[in-house]
């Protein structure tokens, strides 16, 4: 039995929900009492033939059609019961729960928290949650977007129709929340926003944890399953520090390590590839969901999702679960620099700049035609700083190597005299950027244990390494990208003319302790016509192989950890594509030539092997007392020779020839308290594809003075080689 009193929705509520301009839907639709008595229950389900409200065993009424969509009874009722909806679409009944009678998902807590910019688990509060709420099963929508005048939800659930899924305006915040029962994982959205203007635009969800494989660009509701096998690593990952402990690291661009090869598929491989050749890391250039796959991954749009074109999220951790089993930590490329300008993503994702700057001066990124963060907003460094966060703790990344920071430091990066607006003090430094990058890097370094973060950083910005609290940015480590540039130009040069650029090999030795460093020859080197690592190589073939298997001694050697490319340990002669990615029928037994490139991977193999074995060389790397220079002037020779001592005391010798000839009887000053020294390297032994002259036999002392020490020994050095050489 129901009331003949019109219960149904005012007018102006009703033009509000059909232009989709409402902010709170829950206030109009569902069961409300009424004055007078009895519960009104009203509806908005467009295309619905009709509409009946179902309670307990006794209860059933059918709702007054009003038009547009819109259905409402008048229950003889006190008490708003808890009920079900009939809606009968052309040729089907559907019985379902009603959105519009949940009481809101988020506390209190979380918006307070949401409003300072401090909810540090941002991806618990926003985006879509599958759960059970109030007894029901059904997925939590959640969306920032303070400018929007109306935001709805529409999916394969409603058709790709949001009218009848208005979300509701939690106060302040800016946040957008509706629970829509029988929504389950692998179901498709996105956020139907109402701009300012009153104009709409339909959006990916910004903290979405899984999206359609491009260029399809929906969100995906998700829900991990994945049970992590890596208790062991995570326990122990942050036993030695970072700079106490051997890092060498050789980066991947997954989509094209081996072309066409899931998460799940790499995850059979790479840990056998990586942990064969001695890495103690890989690094993926960045992951999360990009709609260019030409970007590399350095123009995100999804920031909190693994790109699908791999696999599902589940299937990026188990690759991560089989390289942690495997002994090998995994460090990503982050990007919070900026985003592009995809009109589904995030640029004036409400109508109005929002995450990125609202200066168009400032916003827009003057290198790569995309949209750089605003950084002085506390909800946009709360949502970079979670991601942060988001990567490391849902995924157990070791590490984030931070890309760009210098276009984010610099308020004049890349732009002309009037393009820029000095900060409040006149400089030209980003305050907000560097207070982002100070909370960011404290934030993980509190709560995430045995994590690095490592800065991209090209200039001479001090303290990119020096704790916070200390006035510094607090990176764990830094890219040296001066040693990077200034040793590839010396190395591009014949060796008749290497005399003249002596300095380049020995002037990051001024400066190697003033940060933590990585020694990066990392993708950007070997792309866009800079040729190849042993393509870089003057000479003949042989000579160019020689010179790269010098130079890589020369690098592990150096203070530092170390970074290598895909396809550079086994001296690809071709640029990288990430069409094709690296030449690996280089190392098949039937190309004539595969004993070269064999070789060169035996190399990287074995100074990985006794690197790691071998503390003097990572131990006190960022100590001023782990190195000695023994010969850093003799240019006219081309050879460098220096000390690298452990926190014991116990030095490792590296001496680099980087003429063609050969050096015999080369004397060096050497610790008078060393008895005798072996070879433990040689680039230039024959099973790297060297000429095989070799010191074999331990090499003893004299008391004859040389380079200012009372003790020398007497080497042959190889032409174009590298030696290493530990007490016997």
């Known amino acids: 039995m129901t009331s003949k009193k019109s219960v149904s929705v005012a007018a102006d509520d009703r033009d509000r929900l059909l232009l989709g301009t409402h902010h709170d839907p829950h206030s109009v639709l569902g069961a409300h009492p009424v004055p007078g008595g009895g519960i009104a229950v009203r509806a908005f389900r467009p295309y619905a033939r009709g509409v009946s409200v179902v309670a307990g065993r006794d209860l059933r009424a059918d709702l007054h059609d009003d038009g547009d969509g819109f259905f409402s009874v008048l229950l003889p009722l006190s008490d708003v019961p808890v009920y079900r909806l009939l809606v009968e679409y052309e040729g089907t009944v559907q019985e379902s729960e009603d959105a519009y009678r949940f009481l809101p998902t988020l506390g209190d807590l979380d918006l307070h928290l949401l409003g300072e910019g401090r909810h540090e688990q941002l991806w618990e509060v926003l985006g879509a949650h599958p759960m059970t709420h109030q007894g029901v099963t059904g997925t939590r929508f959640a ?41 389950g994982a692998g179901e498709l959205y996105k956020f139907d926003i109402t701009r300012p203007d009153g104009s709409r635009t339909l959006r990916a969800d910004p903290m979405a944890r899984r999206t359609e494989v491009p260029p399809s660009t929906s969100s995906i509701v998700d829900v991990s399953r994945h049970e992590w096998t890596d208790g062991e690593w995570m326990a122990h990952r942050d036993d030695v520090p970072v700079h106490e402990a051997p890092f060498s690291v050789y980066e991947v661009h997954l989509p094209s390590w081996r072309p066409g090869l899931t998460y799940r598929e790499l995850a059979e491989q790479l840990p056998r ?25 350095y123009q995100v749009t999804g920031f909190y999702a693994p790109t699908a074109r791999l696999g599902t999220p589940d299937d990026f951790k188990y690759l991560v679960d089989a390289l942690h089993r495997a002994g090998i930590g995994v460090l990503m490329d982050w990007v919070p620099a900026h985003f592009p300008r995809d009109e589904w993503a995030l640029a004036e994702f409400d109508g109005r700049p929002l995450y990125e700057h609202s200066d168009p001066l400032r916003a827009a990124h003057p290198d790569w035609g995309t949209l750089e963060f605003d950084f002085g907003r506390r909800e946009v460094r709360n949502f970079l700083v979670a991601n942060a966060l988001y990567w490391c703790e849902e995924f157990h990344i070791d590490g984030l190597r931070v890309d760009a920071v210098a276009s984010m430091l610099y308020l004049d990066y890349s732009r002309e005299e009037g393009q820029w607006t000095p900060n409040e003090h006149g400089g030209r430094e980003n305050l907000d950027a560097v207070a982002f990058l100070q909370e960011m890097n404290a934030t993980v370094y509190r709560r995430v244990p045995g994590v690095v973060t490592i ?212 004397r060096l000053g050497v610790p008078d308290d060393v008895p005798a020294w072996h070879e433990a390297v040689n680039s230039d032994a024959a099973r790297y594809g060297g000429s095989g002259i070799t010191n074999p036999d331990p090499v003893k002392p004299e008391h004859h003075e040389s380079h200012g020490r009372p003790t020398s020994i007497r080497l042959a050095l190889p032409p174009l080689a590298t030696v290493w050489l530990r007490p016997a």
């Not at 590839?273 to 991954?297: K, N, Q, R």
């Not at 850093?632 to 014991?648: I, M, S, W």
């Open 143 to 183: 969306v920032w977007a303070p400018n929007a005048r109306g935001v709805r939800v529409a999916g394969g659930f409603n058709f790709w129709d949001g009218t009848g899924h208005p979300m509701r305006s939690l106060g302040s915040s800016g946040v957008w929340e509706l629970f829509v029962p029988g929504v």
């Open 273 to 297: 590839y990586v942990g064969d050749l001695g890495f103690t890391h890989v690094e993926l250039m960045p992951v999360a969901e990009h709609p260019f796959g030409g970007s590399w991954g």
């Open 455 to 666: 800065a991209e950083e090209s200039t001479a910005w001090d303290g990119v390494t020096r704790p916070t609290d200390g006035g510094g940015l607090g990176f764990g480590l830094k890219w040296n990208m001066g040693w990077m540039h200034d040793s590839l130009e010396y190395m591009s040069h014949e060796p008749v003319h290497r005399r003249y650029h002596h300095h380049q090999m020995t002037f990051s030795m001024v400066y190697a302790y003033s940060e933590n460093y990585v020694l990066p020859i990392s993708h950007d080197e070997v792309v866009h016509g800079k040729r190849s690592l042993v393509s870089k190589m003057p000479g003949d073939w042989w000579q160019q192989r020689a010179n790269l298997r010098a130079y890589l001694g020369f690098m592990w050697a150096h203070p530092g950890k170390q970074l290598l490319f895909m396809g550079q340990e086994f001296a690809q002669g071709a640029e990288w594509s990430e069409a094709h990615g690296p030449d690996w029928w280089l190392l098949d037994p039937a190309y004539g030539a595969e004993a070269d490139h064999r070789g060169v991977r035996d190399l990287v193999r074995d100074l990985n092997s006794v690197y790691r074995a071998t503390p003097a060389l990572w131990q006190r790397d960022t100590s001023i007392a782990g190195f000695q220079w023994i010969a850093g002037d003799a240019a006219e020779d081309n050879v460098f020779a220096f000390l690298r001592y452990d926190a014991e005391g116990s030095p490792l010798l590296a001496v680099s020839n980087l003429a063609p000839v050969v050096r015999a009887d080369y």
